[in-house]
């Protein structure tokens, strides 16, 4: 078994995991903070010894670790992490030598693209792209069978310009995570009607019901998901797009414009099948898991 954690900004999940991937002890727990990375090293050796009491184990054969941000998952070093906050932590290292097990440290998304591609809905694919559609946008890349990584650089469709006036975290004007991401549609309401919005979520809910600035909201989101698909498939090619997150989760009222729109503006590129993610938020800790066994060479 592997011990898989999926580390968020406030909350991480963890699991002890099987060779099938089921849990065998699972717990949730509020991230610890720190810009060093110690205080989640610590955190983590105890998550792992709470999860192998609860499972009524000894210690599992290796630990998968993700998190958000700009990830080397071959040097195991977070190069930057805004939701925790780091610079350059070298948290592979940190935790393996902590546990005396061995580690492996990824990105939250492309962990979560693994589990799809695999046992999700992109399975049987072999150019395709994950897109959880959250707080932020980003991207797991497979090409020619293998996730593309370079070093943690690849993927960020979040920060494509799609052509709007609105301003970006990351300091440019134009970001597609400006205007679809979650978080984006949430406060572009808010900031209209001066209503908060309790999510993506609670928007699109609005806009079936007729809102009309939550209608505006919803399709701007959409436009710009349809430009940056159509930048991603005029780049890359890839045949499956797998789309997840919040957003998603109304698949039944947000997918269908997004196909047509791409319908409509595509000239040359190929019109890609486009699925929804089966796996929710689990396929964060089961990409964390399988990379652990990938490790183990499982």
Known sequence: MVAALDVGGTTIKAALLDEQLQPQAALRAETARGADGTALAAQTVDIVAALTEQAGTGQPAAVGVVVPGIVDEQTRVCHFSANLDWREVRFGELLEDRLGLPVAFGHDVTAGGIAEFRVGAGRGATNAAFIPVGTGIAAALLLDGRIHRAHGQAGEVGHIDVGHAGKCGCGATGCLEAISSAAAIARRYTERTGRPADGAREV???????????????????????HGIRTLLTLLGPEVIVLGGGLFTAADYVLEPVREWLAAHLTFQKMPELRIAELGDEAGRLGAGLLAFDLLGA
Request: no cysteine; proline share 0%; charged share 30%.
């Open 204 to 226: 699109v809910e609005l806009a079936r019901r007729g809102d009309e600035v939550a209608v505006a909201v919803v399709q701007d989101a959409l436009d710009g998901l349809g």
